[in-house]
């Protein structure tokens, strides 16, 4: 599961395409119950929960500096918590470190070597402080929930084991290829084939309705968290730089040889309950109710799948920006006013984002650069003609309809697989 994030902290004040700090820090999520999954069997996998007394490491078990079980010396976690590790350690005697695939806020994700099934794995080990690790049980349960209504197995990240080692919840993954965004940064922020993003936006509703039907929320879906199946990839012409050199590496661009794609990383997610109110998603895909404080639930993922496919679309996230009154202008820049039922109900935190009845902007922009910033983008219909050739007001229409203010209005994931941007007879698969 290749898993590249970008950690830089330092960045200009608007680039031309956003930074990405992966991994972005868990929202409070309700309490885990952690004894109750440590030692249980997986299915026909038992998970490893070592002892005390090796967690403590007493001098007894090791001989030259390393654990008679083939286990490394001990080494103390870094100041944040993460497990310190080279590169050939065991990870338990079933598992071989080969390298590492990421890193951020939850933990980090190595690539290993699975004596026991023989093949590569990616290995999600958590930090060891207890909430990250009671996101990553319910993470667990949620897998195991997927796991067992999934039958084929081709919608989310299977879980292949999952063990406490050294005080750090370590995740077995199947290991898959780039995520969507890594795909789009390596392809120098290319746009994918229209015939691709249907392909790909199909099996995204898929897997939303599959959830929504057994009453879960993802709340975190973006690019990052959507991988190819495989690596491989095509290189065609890239028509739109015809006027550059065939010699030019940039004339060319990548296509992925497969569509298929599988959704990951669940330690956000939650069983649809009343009231949910705090905050929810990854900035640019983040709901306006969720902004607002009008209480979410599954439409919060219906938005993220919006934004997606336009992302896909064009290369670039629809809404750049790290601020709440920004991104709420930016809604209304490119897909209207935002309804004035919801406006007038917005909680104690978000009110100073509007007045008299109205959005506050440009009155309440924070600088020049950010009214610049909204006032330069296109509505979404121009938006879309810019970079889909055929099957444009389909797609238009389709959006409209996931993007649409009041979830109550937005479509379902079930509605949106039957629109005719996916079921009309003269539109090919890719």
């Not at 090796?54 to 286990?71: M, Q, T």
């Not at 599988?262 to 009343?274: E, L």
């Not at 009214?371 to 889909?388: E, F, T, Y």
Request: hydrophobic share 35%; glycine share 6%; with cysteine.
């Amino acid at each position: 599961m290749e898993m590249e994030r970008v950690t830089e902290l330092t960045m200009d004040r608007r680039p031309r395409k956003r930074p990405r700090l992966g991994w972005d820090v868990l929202p409070q999520a309700p309490k885990a119950q952690v004894g109750l999954f440590c030692g249980q069997d997986i299915g026909n996998m038992t998970s490893f929960a070592p002892s005390r007394a090796l967690s403590d490491h007493p001098s007894s078990l090791f001989v030259n500096g390393f654990a008679r079980n083939g286990s490394p010396p001990w080494r103390e976690d870094d100041k944040d918590g993460h497990y310190m590790f080279e590169i050939g350690d065991n990870l338990t005697s079933r598992y071989k470190i080969q390298s590492k695939m990421g890193e951020g806020t939850f933990g980090q994700v190595l690539e290993c070597w699975d004596r026991e099934r023989k093949e590569m794995v990616a290995i999600k080990i958590v930090r060891g402080i207890k909430k990250y690790r009671e996101a990553a049980m319910i993470e667990v349960e949620v897998l195991q929930q997927l796991g067992r209504h999934d039958k084929g197995g081709n919608r989310c990240v299977q879980l292949r084991n999952w063990f406490d080692y050294r005080n750090h919840v370590c995740i077995v993954f199947e290991k898959l290829g780039p995520s969507l965004y890594d795909f789009l940064r390596k392809n120098n922020y290319r746009s994918f084939p229209i015939d691709l993003v249907r392909e790909i936006g199909r099996q995204l509703l898929d897997c939303v309705a599959f959830m929504h039907d057994l009453h879960l929320i993802h709340t975190d879906l973006k690019p990052e968290n959507i991988l190819l199946v495989s690596s491989e990839y095509l290189k065609v012409p890239d028509y739109k730089g015809s006027s550059r050199s065939p010699r030019d590496s940039s004339y060319c661009k990548r296509i992925p040889k497969s569509s298929a794609i599988k959704v990951i990383d669940f330690g956000s997610t939650t069983y649809d309950k009343k009231n949910q109110t705090y905050i929810v998603s990854t900035r640019h895909y983040r709901a306006p109710e969720v902004i607002l404080g009008l209480g979410w639930s599954y439409p919060c993922d219906i938005w993220s799948v919006g934004c997606i496919l336009v992302e896909l679309c064009s290369g670039e996230a629809l809404f750049q920006t790290h601020e709440n009154l920004e991104h709420l202008a930016m809604m209304e820049r490119v897909l209207g006013p935002l309804p004035q039922h919801m406006l007038k109900r917005v909680d104690r935190h978000s009110e100073k984002y509007v007045r008299r009845g109205r959005l506050d902007w440009p009155e309440g922009a924070t600088s020049r650069d950010s009214i610049k910033a909204v006032s330069k983008l296109p509505r979404l219909q121009n938006l879309i003609m810019q970079h889909v050739d055929h099957s444009a007001g389909d797609l238009i229409n389709l959006l409209q309809g996931l993007l649409r203010y009041d979830p109550v209005d937005r479509l379902t994931a079930e509605e949106a697989l039957r629109h005719p941007f996916f079921t009309r007879d003269h539109l090919r698969r890719y």
